[in-house]
């Protein structure tokens, strides 16, 4: 007796597995420090809080939902992509879900069919692939490079489509690398989709409150983008909202109603409570969002500038986000006597065993050369993280 093909293709998500062990040694006494985790430090904000207080004291929000989440939590999303982003979306293109992860997974699951082939930027977010081939298509990796800050090119994208491409999935700014397309770069791969009529762009907005150069430019809102775009987005990373799980997609009407369908199959709407923080939260008051940003671009500076302090690690400086993914092949075939590193995989689990610091290996977001690391600790966490990693990889040799 075994388990189904599509789940045997699939790898367990390797930032949770990273953040498990991280609790095993927790759980022996071991002062771990984990950054492996991309989930804020920040309490979500008091005003959220209150909404959905106050929603559960009112006593009207005790039954299902509508699968695709409640009127006024859609049409304030769509009120703020038209206001913000200038993407004309209406209630009828979104769909609220459990989570940006699920939105996705519903996405490819109402769209691919076995054989189809789906374009990623690498490196890209750990469930990017797993959910495609769980959708039993293809992944197709397109690689950036980190001294173009990660990012692909026009050029690139346009030598990978061919007659099976379904999709193009991406994130900026992006998870794990902290890159930030610009209008610019993403005119250019737009100018490449149009070529190719039946070929949709999955566009992962999920971090645009986190962008520390202030250039968030929607794929949706290009010319010719808002029909062959569909737009990823929720509340977990601009407010502290990660346990809330609410997510949602922006896309056109046959997009969101294909993907309704789905989500009435598997779990119908999304927490009828955390839908009214949502709601509260996409309406009010940014300040603290800014303030949570103003926290990360300090502790941006401070984790850069200790990586730089390290022999042996390359960084790039990440344009939004809360992520650094360094270059750490030049340990590989290392040893400090007792563990020799071959790989990103290895590199992790001696950091943790040694230094007690968590980190995830590269290899799961498609770059075997680095880690990920977030930055999304205090900053006396982090300080520390960075000391023991420089103490820890002097002993190798």
Not at 144 to 159: P, S
Request: hydrophobic share 40%; net charge neutral.
């Amino acid at each position: 007796m075994t388990l189904s093909d599509r789940i045997n293709a699939i790898e367990e998500s390797a930032t949770l597995a990273m953040a498990a062990k991280a609790r095993e040694f927790k759980n022996k006494g071991i002062d771990v420090i984990s950054l492996s985790l991309g989930e804020p430090d920040f309490k979500t904000p008091q005003h959220i809080c209150e909404a959905a207080k106050k929603a559960i004291d009112e006593g009207k929000y005790f039954s299902y939902p509508p699968v695709a989440g409640y009127q006024d939590l859609r049409e304030a999303i769509a009120a703020k992509y038209q206001k913000e982003n200038n993407v004309p979306y209406k209630a009828e293109n979104i769909v609220v879900s459990n989570g940006a992860k699920q939105s996705i997974a519903n996405v490819m699951l109402a769209l691919l069919n076995r054989g189809d082939e789906v374009i990623i930027f690498s490196p890209y977010w750990v469930s990017y692939d797993a959910l495609v081939r769980l959708a039993e298509a293809t992944p197709v990796l397109v690689k950036g490079t980190i001294e173009n800050d990660f990012k692909v090119t026009a050029q690139q994208v346009e030598g990978a489509i061919t007659s099976k491409t379904k999709a193009i999935i991406f994130s900026s700014p992006c998870n794990p690398t902290g890159s930030v397309f610009s209008r610019k770069e993403l005119e250019a791969i737009a100018t490449v989709v149009l070529k190719h009529p039946n070929v949709l762009v999955i566009a992962d907005e999920i971090y645009e409150h986190i962008n520390f150069i202030g250039d968030q430019t929607s794929m949706a809102s290009l010319p010719g983008m808002f029909e062959r775009t569909i737009t990823v987005n929720g509340f977990a990373k601009g407010f502290a909202m990660t346990g809330w799980r609410v997510g949602y997609i922006a896309a056109p009407k046959w997009i969101a109603d294909g993907s309704n369908k789905v989500q009435g199959q598997i779990t119908s709407a999304n927490c009828s409570i955390s839908q009214r923080g949502a709601l509260a939260a996409i309406t009010g008051d940014l300040a603290p969002t800014k303030k949570m940003v103003g926290e990360y671009r300090k502790r941006r500076q401070i984790v850069y500038d200790l990586l730089k302090e390290i022999p042996g690690v390359k960084a790039n400086f990440p344009q939004g986000a809360f992520y650094f993914f360094p270059d750490v092949s030049s340990f590989f075939g290392k040893s400090d006597g007792e563990t020799q590193i071959k790989n990103s995989d290895d590199f992790c689990l001696w950091m943790l065993s040694k230094g007690h610091v968590s980190l995830v290996p590269g290899g799961a977001f498609g770059l075997e050369n680095c880690v990920r690391l977030s930055y999304a600790a205090s900053e006396k966490e982090l300080i520390e993280a960075l000391k023991r990693m420089k103490e820890a990889l002097a002993t190798l040799k």
